[in-house]
C-alpha cells in the first residue's frame, strides 16, 4: 500500500472514511478483497508473504480498521526482515485497543522494514511510524499518508486529500466517484518530485497517485466506509494490462 487518505469525523454517522491505492509489483501474487475463513475479517491477500495491505474487521458492534504503506528509504530494507503485511490482520483479530496493540508493537517493530500502520478500534484513529517510533492520535478531518511520515506533503498526497475535500462534506458520499479519485494517473513535475534516494525516472514514475510502469503499479484501489453501523470496502483490482475486478464487501 502506497497512499492513503482519510477524513475523520468522530461522532458523526460516517466516523471513518478511507481512500487507498496498494502498488506493488505485478508478478508478485494476490488475492483479491474476500472474507477471511476467520470470519472476522475482509481484505485482500499477499499470496506471497500471507499478509494484507488493508482491511476491516469487527469487535462487537464496533468495526476496526487498519492499512500499512512501507517507508521509501532504500538503505533500511532488509531481505530477511519478517513480513509488515502480517501487522494488519494482527490488529483487526485482536481484542484489545488500538493504542495497546501499538504499545505492544514498540518493542519489535525495528525487525520489520520500515512502515507506517493506521488503525482505528471504533473509537480512536492511531497512525504509527516504525522509522521514529511515534505514536500519531490523528486529529478529526482529512488527512493522508503515502512512503514516508504522515501528512508529508508528496505531490499524490496532496492531490488526493485536495479531491477529497468535496466529498468529505457528504453525509453519504458516494463509493464509485471517490474510486475515481485514486485513478489520476499524471506525474507530477519534476520541480515538486521528493528526493528519497531513486533515480528521478523512478520518482516521476512513483508520483501519480494511480502508479503504472512495465513491471510496477497500482494493484488494488480501495474505499472504505466506517459507519456508525456497520462498515464497507469497495475493491477494483488491477495487473499490467488493466483492470482484473472489482467486489464490494460489508462486516
Not at 38 to 50: F, I, S, W
Request: aromatic share 8%.
Amino acid at each position: 500500500m502506497c497512499l492513503i487518505a482519510w477524513n475523520w469525523q468522530p461522532g458523526g454517522a460516517l466516523p471513518l472514511l478511507v481512500l487507498a491505492n496498494r502498488d506493488e509489483f505485478y508478478a508478485r501474487p494476490a488475492l483479491a478483497l474476500h472474507a477471511w475463513p476467520c470470519g472476522q475479517v475482509l481484505a485482500g491477500k499477499d499470496a506471497q508473504a500471507g499478509g494484507t495491505w488493508l482491511g476491516l474487521g469487527r469487535q462487537g458492534s464496533h468495526a476496526r480498521f487498519a492499512a500499512i504503506t512501507n517507508f521509501r528509504e532504500p538503505a533500511l530494507g532488509s531481505k530477511d526482515a519478517p513480513t509488515r503485511g502480517t501487522l494488519v490482520p494482527d490488529f483487526l483479530q485482536s481484542g484489545g485497543s488500538a493504542a495497546e496493540f501499538l504499545e505492544r508493537l514498540q518493542a519489535r517493530a525495528g525487525a520489520y522494514n520500515p512502515f507506517n500502520l493506521l488503525l482505528f478500534d471504533g473509537t480512536a484513529l492511531l497512525g504509527f511510524e516504525s522509522h521514529t517510533g511515534r505514536t500519531l492520535a490523528l486529529a478529526p478531518g482529512i488527512g493522508a499518508v503515502s512512503n514516508a511520515g504522515f501528512n508529508t506533503p508528496w505531490p499524490k498526497l496532496r492531490r488526493l486529500t485536495q479531491a477529497l475535500h468535496p466529498h468529505a462534506s457528504l453525509p453519504e458520499p458516494d463509493p464509485e466517484q471517490l474510486l475515481a479519485l485514486l485513478d489520476h494517473r499524471a506525474p507530477a513535475p519534476d520541480a515538486d518530485l521528493p528526493a528519497t534516494g531513486v533515480p528521478l525516472e523512478l520518482e516521476r514514475a512513483l508520483s501519480p497517485v494511480f502508479i503504472q510502469t512495465p513491471d510496477y503499479g497500482t494493484r488494488a484501489s480501495s474505499v472504505v466506509l466506517v459507519r456508525a453501523q456497520g462498515a464497507e470496502i469497495l475493491e477494483k483490482t488491477f495487473d499490467g494490462q488493466g483492470a482484473t475486478g472489482q467486489r464490494r464487501l460489508e462486516i
